[in-house]
C-alpha cells in the first residue's frame, strides 16, 4: 500500500454516521460521540467473558496531548496527559471484564462519583458468588462497600484517613515509635455491614478497609532497613498480602498494551481512542488465550507470545477475502491434475510458508490433491506426502 493510500483510508476513517450527531447544547450531549458505536460492541464482547473470583478496579490512560475537552491531567500516571478509562480487571489474570470511558463527571452522582463508577462496573459480576473487589485509596469510601457488601461483594481496598471519620485509632507517630510492623484495627457496623479498618506502619502509614479480611492474620516480609544496612523481616497484616497480590491486574493490561502500542499520530482526537480500543481488544484475546491454554495443561513453550498473535492477527486480516461460493467446485478436472502433474525441470521452488490455523479452518476452497510425492511443509514435519490440499 503507498503512503498516500494510507493517509486516504486514515482520512475517512470513522465508526458512526455523523448525520445522527445530536445538537451540542442538549443536556444529553455525549461527547464520546464519535467513538460510541465502537465502544458499545467492544464493551459487549467483554461482558460476555466468564469472570474469575479476584476483581480490581483502577484507572487507565489513553496517551494524548491534543486539544480535546475530555482530555485529563493526571500528574503520577506515567502518561500524564490523555483521555481516562475506569477498568475492571482479573486481579491475577489482567483480562479486563468492563470499561468505562471517562467523558466529564456526571451532573447528579447517586451516592458519589467513584462509588458510582465501580457499582457501574459490578453490574455484570455475578451476586453471592464469593466475588471479592480489590481498589486503590481513590475509589474506597464506607459508602462503596457497604453497597458492595449488600450486593454479595467483597471488597478490600486502601482508604484516605479523611475518609474515616470518628475513627479512633493509633497515628503515624505512636505506630513509628513501635516500629516498623506495627499495626492497629478497628471494627464496626455501618448499615449491619461489618467493617474492618487496619492501619499498618512501614515506611509509611497504610490505612486498609475490608468486608472480608483483618489483621488478626500476619506473616513476615523481607524489607531493607536504612539505618541497619540490612535485610530485616517486618510483619504484614494479611489483608495488605491479599491486597497487593491482587490489585495489579489494570496495571498488567495497561503495561502488556504499552509493549506494542500503534502509534499513528493524527489531529483528529478520536482516533487515539480507536487504535487504544484495538489494542486493548488484541491483548485481551491473547489474556484469554493465554488463560484456556493453562486451562488444557498446555506447556509454556507451546503458548504463543503476545507478539506472535498480533503478527498472525495482521496476516489474517491482510489476506484476500475469497467468496465463499464460486463458478467452480468441486475437485479438479483431470486434465488439470493431469497438467500438474507432468514432468517439468528440477528447479528448487523457494519454500513457502504454512498457512495459518484459521486461513486452513475458514471453509474457503480447500479441497485434496493427489499429486507428485514432497516434502511436507509444516515446520519440524520430515514427511513425504502425495497429496496436498488446493487453497
Not at 497484616?237 to 497480590?245: C, D, G
Request: charged share 25%; with cysteine.
Amino acid at each position: 500500500m503507498s503512503r498516500d493510500r494510507f493517509l486516504q483510508i486514515k482520512k475517512y476513517l470513522h465508526v458512526v454516521d455523523n448525520t445522527t450527531q445530536s445538537n451540542q447544547q442538549d443536556p444529553e450531549y455525549d461527547r464520546a460521540f464519535k467513538i460510541r458505536p465502537l465502544l458499545n460492541i467492544i464493551k459487549e464482547n467483554f461482558r460476555k467473558i466468564p469472570k474469575e473470583e479476584n476483581l480490581s478496579v483502577d484507572e487507565q490512560i489513553i496517551p494524548f496531548k491534543g486539544k480535546s475537552i475530555m482530555k485529563q491531567h493526571m500528574p503520577n500516571k506515567p502518561h500524564r496527559w490523555g483521555y481516562k478509562m475506569f477498568l475492571l480487571a482479573g486481579g491475577a489474570s489482567g483480562i479486563c471484564y468492563d470499561f468505562i470511558f471517562y467523558t466529564g463527571k456526571a451532573n447528579e452522582p447517586k451516592y458519589g462519583f467513584c462509588t458510582d463508577i465501580v457499582l457501574k462496573l459490578c453490574e455484570t459480576v455475578p451476586r453471592m458468588m464469593n466475588h471479592k473487589l480489590y481498589f486503590d485509596n481513590y475509589f474506597t469510601t464506607i459508602s462503596l462497600q457497604v453497597q458492595l457488601k449488600k450486593l454479595g461483594i467483597f471488597s478490600v481496598g486502601t482508604v484516605r484517613s479523611n475518609r474515616l471519620p470518628d475513627l479512633v485509632m493509633k497515628n503515624a507517630k505512636n505506630l513509628q515509635e513501635e516500629g516498623r510492623g506495627s499495626m492497629d484495627y478497628r471494627i464496626a457496623q455501618v448499615d449491619g455491614v461489618e467493617l474492618c479498618a487496619t492501619r499498618w506502619y512501614d515506611n509509611n502509614l497504610v490505612n486498609c478497609l475490608s468486608t472480608l479480611y483483618g489483621c488478626e492474620l500476619t506473616d513476615l516480609v523481607k524489607r531493607w532497613s536504612s539505618s541497619q544496612k540490612k535485610h530485616i523481616q517486618v510483619v504484614r497484616p494479611n489483608v495488605i498480602k491479599i491486597y497487593n497480590q491482587y490489585m495489579g491486574g489494570v496495571d498488567l493490561i495497561d503495561m502488556l498494551v504499552s509493549l506494542y502500542r500503534i502509534n499513528i499520530r493524527s489531529k483528529k482526537y478520536y482516533m487515539k481512542v480507536i487504535f487504544h480500543l484495538i489494542d486493548l481488544s488484541i491483548v485481551n484475546g491473547w489474556l484469554l488465550y493465554r488463560r484456556h491454554c493453562s486451562q488444557l495443561g498446555m506447556h509454556k513453550n507451546e503458548i504463543r507470545s503476545l507478539l506472535q498473535c498480533r503478527v498472525e492477527v495482521a496476516e489474517a486480516l491482510l489476506k484476500p477475502i475469497t467468496p465463499k461460493c464460486s463458478a467452480q467446485q468441486g475437485r479438479p478436472s483431470v486434465r488439470l491434475r493431469s497438467k500438474q502433474n507432468s514432468p517439468s525441470k528440477n528447479l528448487r521452488s523457494p519454500s513457502v510458508q504454512p498457512p495459518l490455523i484459521n486461513t486452513r479452518l475458514d471453509g474457503f476452497h480447500h479441497w485434496p490433491m493427489t499429486t507428485v510425492k514432497g516434502r511436507c511443509r509444516y515446520p519440524g514435519c520430515f514427511a513425504s506426502l502425495s497429496v496436498n490440499i488446493r487453497a
